[in-house]
T-cell receptor
Framework: DSGVTQTPKHLITATGQRVTLRCSPRSGDLSVYWYQQSLDQGLQFLIHYYNGEERAKGNILERFSAQQFPDLHSELNLSSLELGDSALYFC?????????????FGEGSRLTVL | DQQVKQNSPSLSVQEGRISILNCDYTNSMFDYFLWYKKYPAEGPTFLISISSIKDKNEDGRFTVFLNKSAKHLSLHIVPSQPGDSAVYFCAASGAQHRTNAGGTSYGKLTFGQGTILTVHP
């Protein structure tokens, strides 16, 4: 158990819909990262929040947005969903923004868009 | 543009033997490399890392080798155990790669596609 909690674990929805994925980082961790893993692909970095502020952005689509709240949990919002958005979405946390890159990952949220 | 590549989708090894997982990268700005292990229905778990100032890092049965001139790293597992059966991802990070307008992000990693390791009893 990494200490990172993601909900929901599974989500099935239709094209055009909007979903929200939630992540609670490990106790004490200030950084939250979101990664997307599509079929047969490695994990793709989406976005990083540190103590409520956006610190880095990857190739995140404009239809996607994220935020980190004062209690440090984070939400990833995916809108106008397309079939290609079906993927595993991982949240990870770490203590500091500056570190060795070691991240603690949640179990992921599997999104299926039909 | 795949900056980190794991060209072997799968590897099968006998228990007790050595497992060698390979990873190639193209971005010369990468200066920190990590290996993660992933079991089904779980998130990736950090395994071992290496800085570009080193060419070897060892942790128990796991050793990572870095060949900067060849832009190649490998993970050696000796001896392999059935519990090592999992998907292994290599990942890379670099100073320039980490920097966005908002600042430095050491968790901004570029991952390979993964290699499925199966260790047979």
């Amino acid at each position: 158990d990494s200490g990172v909690t993601q909900t929901p674990k599974h989500l099935i929805t239709a094209t055009g819909q909007r979903v929200t994925l939630r992540c609670s980082p490990r106790s004490g961790d200030l950084s939250v990262y979101w990664y997307q893993q599509s079929l047969d692909q490695g994990l793709q970095f989406l976005i990083h929040y540190y103590n409520g502020e956006e610190r880095a952005k990857g190739n995140i689509l404009e239809r996607f947005s994220a935020q980190q709240f004062p209690d440090l949990h984070s939400e990833l919002n995916l809108s106008s969903l397309e079939l290609g958005d079906s993927a595993l979405y991982f949240c990870a946390s770490s203590v500091l923004q500056v570190g060795t890159g070691e991240l603690f990952f949640g179990e992921g949220s599997r999104l299926t868009v039909l | 543009d795949q900056q980190v590549k794991q060209n072997s989708p799968s590897l099968s090894v006998q228990e007790g033997r050595i497992s060698i997982l390979n990873c190639d990268y193209t971005n010369s700005m990468f200066d920190y490399f990590l290996w993660y292990k992933k079991y089904p229905a779980e998130g990736p778990t950090f395994l071992i890392s290496i800085s570009s100032i080193k060419d070897k890092n060892e942790d128990g049965r796991f050793t990572v080798f870095l060949n900067k001139s060849a832009k190649h790293l490998s993970l050696h597992i000796v001896p392999s155990q059935p519990g090592d059966s999992a998907v292994y991802f290599c990942a890379a990070s670099g100073a320039q790669h980490r920097t966005n307008a908002g600042g430095t992000s050491y968790g901004k990693l570029t991952f390979g596609q993964g290699t499925i390791l199966t260790v047979h009893p």
